[in-house]
């Protein structure tokens, strides 16, 4: 009779969206290869190398730790590893010793990620806290190896990428022996030391020195705001981190990672349009006289809007908690680079929104179909 | 153009409708055997009222009624009793089952033919419904007739026909429509003068335009709708059709509404014009692991061996065997279970048709809390559940979740979550009735 064949039992829904966790993974390795091709022809082939480094360091580590907790060994290869290794490179600058990315990583899965159980139930993202854990243990390794853009096969001198300035104007800058490989954002937080020093002046009775230094203060902050800086840094020949450079190329990335249905952008919209807004409200010298373009160009900021504000594992589920989180990391954002003691506040504020995630999502439950409303 | 309307959420599965969807209903005859369940619907199964050896006829009641949420069960041949005995259903492990050996299957009239049912009153009908032992045909197989006895401070002003069936592969009810368009509408109009209602409407999806139109034809107020997985839940269609969201915990008729599906519409009609109880219903067989996919108008009790053989058999590759559609239904491990009222459809499934994922922890993607329809937040649910928080999930509101799996559906790290969402709701109404 019929009755004898037996059929696989399952639960229900019996089909399903032909999506997985590993192929969204893959998706964001898709996504961040046109930026690593920026930093390979800007840094040269020492930034495909630290690239990889990290990458591998972060597969074997992971490996190791679902080995010695029993664990499906598989997970290992599920991209989210590779993921967090390439996303901790591309925050390093280029120049940095090849072991640094290593102890980086490796720090990233065992404390960011394994520590926690593993993919999924981190309370941070995995390679910020891996950069942060860098900051603070090498700070002149994370800060000296800027290179010029180029200047890896170039005989000439390219001394730095943001270019319209001069270098003498550069020279009269305090600090100025940090400048070989600035960063358009260091030379901003400069500008506003300059300002700070013309206010001294100003107080000490001594005008004359107060007004040249505000006017150079003044002439660098408007050679950041020309276009030829956009257009360096939207095409990536800036000094910067590895990944963080070619804005164009990250937006490649992006419209790939919305086309597959990867990429939420309420979370990026809604950082990228606060640090836009508040650019100009406090980004500049005084108020509501900031430079919004520049500042979502320069830095980390992209980078970080596209990939590390969108962080599933790390941040809000709800369609309000999303938003929510976007404004408050582009408000942290801001106030570091303003106020804070780094000229770049991207890693720190998603670091710190990371911490509040649960909290958002619980305040931003949605209104359950036919619930009247929730108290509180 | 029509202007579709629709619910917030959802998604999109593939149809497969196309496999089975230009099969006219085929009427089979009972086969020698039929296993009649007791308990075809919700709620307390009926009371045997036969013992082996009797000789039952078409239409008789072998069952009784056994309390409010509960119905009679008719046999629907003439012949022997055999046994009463447990046996595997569609949906639960085993149930007890009268065994009738057919003989004919003629008759079946076992009330009063009405030709004018306004010449009857509400309540009388409502009688009627209850006796031919009516529940909902779409798949809850709620019984209709409490449905139509509304509380009386419950003022009711709309009657919605459900003819979306937005679950993939199932096309019963759109052949239904199309070929018996003239039940499903005399069905819909005693349903409206029963409840004393003005406004009634017939919901259809718009990948059905031929139903559309057909319906409009006749005269008949059509709801069209966008295609939406699960457009065809109650408190979507009311949403979509009246803007009336359903209090959580609530009931339809709390907005006003009483939504039936179109194939109880018609069974309606045919037991207060034919006087013939609920006997029969549309089934379809289909998926790519059964040869010809089909539609047939099948006796309650007939086996689904039975009608996996009526379609030439299944192919080598056949994996999953599911009553009901793909996105609710229940496997099955064998296919020695007998059709009841409420089954929509049975789908053989080969492994290219069903998803098999691995299941690996939630990545917060978010894309659960994006599609469920009743606005839940799935993955938190479902951690709550798995550490068994069963307060925490209460919070979440675990309780209004109506399984229709569009969170798993999307799921990337394939999450059980409807399996742990009905775990809590299960432990959390166990806790209740301990406080209570
Ligand atoms: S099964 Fe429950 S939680 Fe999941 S989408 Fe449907 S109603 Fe929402
Ligand atoms: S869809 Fe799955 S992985 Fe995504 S948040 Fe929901 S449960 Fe988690």
Known sequence: MAQTRRFELAMSPHVGANQTTRKIMFDVVIALLPALAAATWFFGPRALLIVFLSAATAVVAEFLCLKFMKRPVSFALDGSAIVTGMLLAYNLPSGVPIWLPVIG???????????????????????????????????????????????WNSSEDISWGTSGIAMEEMSTIPMADAISG????????????????AANARNEGNTTEAQSLEERADGIRSALSCNSTYMNLLIGRSGGCLGETSVILLLVGAIYLVMRGVLELRLPVSYLGTVAVLAWVFGGSGWFNGDPLFHVLAGGVILGGIFMVSDMVTTPV????????????????????????????CSYSILLMNLVTPLIDKLTLPRVFGEVKKNG | MIKARSFKGGIHPPGNKDLSSKQPIRRLPAPETV?????????????????????????????????????????????????????????????????????SEDGGQVFEKWDDYSSHSPAEITERIKLAGICGMGGASFPTYVKLSPPPDKNIDTLIINGIECEPYLTADHRLMLENPDDVILGMEILAYTLGVEKCLIGIEINKPDAIELMDKKGVSVLPLKVSYPQGAEKQLIDAATGREVPAGGLPLDVGVVVQNVGTAAAVA???????????RIITVTGRGVFSPANYDACVGTLFSDLIGKSGGYTEDVKRLISGGPMMGMSLYTDGV??????????????????????????????CVDVCPLRLTPNLIALAAE??????????????????????????????LVHYIKKAQDAIRANKGKEA
């Open chain 1, 105 to 151: 990583t490796a720090f990233a899965i065992v404390v960011g990620k394994q520590a926690f159980g593993g993919l999924g139930h981190n309370i941070v993202n995995p390679a910020l806290l891996g950069r942060a854990f860098l900051m603070a243990s090498f700070p002149i390794l994370m800060t000296a190896g800027w290179a010029a853009p180029e200047a």
């Open chain 1, 182 to 197: 600035a960063t358009p954002l260091n030379v901003l937080k400069q500008t506003f030391d300059l300002d700070a020093s």
């Open chain 1, 318 to 345: 709800t369609p309000k908690g999303r938003i929510i989180f976007g404004i408050g990391a582009g408000l942290l954002t801001m106030v570091i680079r303003r106020w804070g003691g780094y000229p770049e506040g």
């Open chain 2, 35 to 103: 296993w009649i369940p007791l308990c075809q619907h919700m709620g307390v199964p009926s009371k045997p009222s036969v013992s082996k050896g009797d000789k039952v006829k078409r239409g008789e009641e072998i069952g009784t009624q056994n309390g409010f949420i509960s119905l009679p069960t008719h046999s629907p041949v003439n012949g022997t009793v055999k046994s009463i005995e447990s046996f595997p259903m569609p949906h639960r492990r085993t149930g007890p089952c009268v065994v009738i050996e057919t003989e």
């Open chain 2, 270 to 280: 045919k037991a207060v014009r034919d006087g013939e109880p609920s006997l029969r």
């Open chain 2, 338 to 367: 007998p059709v009841t009222k409420g089954t929509s459809g049975l789908l053989a499934l080969t492994d290219d048709e069903v998803r098999d994922v691995v299941e690996g922890p939630c990545i917060r993607c978010g894309k």
């Open chain 2, 387 to 416: 550490n068994e928080r069963w307060k925490l999930a209460e919070g979440f509101g675990a309780l209004n979740c109506m399984a229709c799996g569009t969170c798993s559906y999307v799921c990337p790290a394939g999450r059980y």
